[in-house]
């Protein structure tokens, strides 16, 4: 039986929905929130429930601890900016050096490797990935379910004399990274092939990006789907022509951008530190997840290769969690049952400060109790959030859930889902708009919006539940408002 008790007295917020979430990632955010964050920024939070349901996990986590938590952090940031920066260096210092290991990894010859040689290269990189996802939560702490920065930069660009009106797009200007994500240069280096300024092949293209469509538990992105998107850009090479421009020049138009707006305000220099902060984090966002995501996928035939010894699938070793594989690769010593449970019904979770785990029908129980104190009491006539990226759209809703139905997408349609991950972006291309129930502007969702320059409504309460496919909804980003169009 699931304890009512414990869940009546707590305040319970949705944090993420992630279909086909692998077990064993979820150990390095529960660890940050369990313990590792508490040396780090002084906070942690000590109720969260990260539940796995026929493979999707939803995590919810006490909110008013949430809140407050991210609420000290930002005072202690705005006395000492300092502490924002090193996070930020850190983690742009850990994903560096994650996605140099990935590379490494990938040169290995795996099957040649002991026992003990397996363990040393699963140790020795899982270090590198749980600080890179430490550091992550502190951030989340800022800009996820909070939102905590973005209304201080608004109001700052307010008290700057930036007028209501235009606030939204200075920010945007502000905010925006001169660096190519890894999505833009893979956009690039396929415009650069349809057009022939590329000598690289399709294979070729396939090969660097295929794990773009890996996310959490695979698979990768098969050859077809960068022939589909060749052979459309293909079709008109003028057209595609136009969209080709080199990193350094993207930069420099950014960079214009920043020099114009600042010469028409006088940004204080509180303004200015935070929208470098924000830009920092929206750029080392995108750049830490998928950095994750390459190592998960070069991370696979190493579990193949355990599997291989060990008579185990891989799905199942990605439902190991770290500190057991040890036990499982130098000992034999694992619970196969308990690996299968993991995916289909199982709850990691932190009470009143103390991480625990059961496996079972109470997954589903918890799962039910939550979703019935976080539902509407009754249906709103619209939908409010916050602007991921800026502009209005009508049309006709889709609902995605689950990266497998993004074929389900149609061109020109406003895409809906809990949230969005690097596997969304095919769907995300067709939108006419976004709207996400979940995260800041650092989430994915915002962060490819506003790459794609279409509006984003993100943090849209039960979007999903309140609207239907075929729905026409309008979006008014700029006020982070989604409404039914009667």
């Known amino acids: 039986m699931i ?44 109720n969260v429930l990260f539940l796995f349901v026929d493979g999707e996990l939803h ?16 005072e202690r940031i705005k006395e000492d900016p300092s502490i924002m920066r090193n996070i930020l260096q850190r983690i742009d210092t850990y994903a560096d050096e994650l996605l140099q290991a990935s590379s490494r990894m990938r040169e290995q010859t795996v099957a040649a490797l002991t026992d003990r040689g397996l363990f040393e290269w699963y140790k020795k990189t899982y270090a590198i990935h749980e600080p890179l996802w430490v550091l992550g939560q502190a951030v989340n702490y800022l800009e996820h ?38 999505m833009q240069a893979e956009e690039q280096d396929l415009l650069k092939i349809a057009t022939g300024d590329s000598s690289a092949s399709v294979e070729d293209h396939w090969k660097k990006y295929q794990w773009m469509g890996y996310g959490w538990a695979g698979p990768p992105y098969d050859i077809s789907y960068y022939q589909d998107r060749l052979e459309l850009l293909e079709g008109d090479r003028e057209r595609s022509r136009s969209f080709v421009k080199s990193e ?23 303004t200015l530190a935070f929208a470098g902060f924000v830009e920092d984090i929206i750029r080392l966002k995108a750049y830490r997840v998928d950095v994750s995501h390459q190592y998960y996928w070069s991370m696979e035939p190493y579990f193949r290769e355990i599997g291989r010894r060990k008579h185990l699938s891989v799905r ?75 502009g209005s759209a009508r049309g006709e809703v889709c609902i ?21 991950d690097p596997r969304f972006v095919p769907a995300m291309k067709k939108a006419r708009a976004i709207v996400a129930e979940i995260g800041g502007i650092t989430c994915h969702a915002a962060i490819v919006a506003r790459e794609l320059g279409i509006p984003c409504v ?18 008014d980003a700029d006020n982070g408002v989604v409404k039914k169009i009667i």
């Not at 993207?250 to 960079?255: K, T």
């Not at 979770?349 to 496996?359: A, L, N, R, W």
């Not at 859930?401 to 969005?420: C, F, N, R, W, Y």
Request: negative net charge; charged residues 30%.
């Open 145 to 182: 379910e909070n939102s905590l920065l973005m209304p201080l930069l608004k109001n700052s660009l307010l008290e700057d004399g930036v007028p209501q009106s235009r606030v939204q797009s200075v920010l945007m200007v502000l905010t925006t990274s001169p660096r190519y994500s890894f």
């Open 3 to 46: 304890d009512t008790h414990w869940l009546d007295k707590h305040a319970w917020a949705l944090f993420e929905d992630v279909p086909d979430c692998a077990p064993w990632f979820v150990w390095s955010p529960i660890i940050a929130f369990a313990e590792k964050l508490e040396p780090e920024v002084g906070e942690i939070v000590r």
């Open 59 to 74: 995590m919810y986590f006490e909110s008013n601890e949430f809140m407050q938590a991210g609420r000290r952090l930002l």
């Open 400 to 420: 995605i859930v689950d990266p497998k139905d993004i074929g389900t997408m149609e061109q020109d349609a406003i895409l809906v889902s809990h949230m969005t």
């Open 316 to 390: 199942q070793l990605q439902a190991v969690l770290p500190p057991e594989m040890e036990d499982l690769l130098l000992h034999g010593r694992f619970d196969e049952n308990q690996l299968n449970a993991r995916w289909t019904q199982d709850v990691i979770f932190i009470k009143e400060g103390t991480m625990q785990e059961e496996p079972g029908p109470i997954a589903r129980e918890y799962l039910a109790a939550l979703e019935d104190i976080t539902g509407f009491d009754t249906l709103p006539d619209e939908l409010s959030g916050d602007c991921g990226s800026p």
């Open 248 to 270: 350094d020049a993207y930069a420099l138009d950014v960079e214009a951008k920043k020099r114009e707006v600042k010469k028409e305000y006088s940004f204080s220099e509180k």
């Open 458 to 475: 993100i943090g849209v309460k039960k979007a999903t539940k309140f609207l239907k496919d075929g729905d026409r909804i309008e979006v």
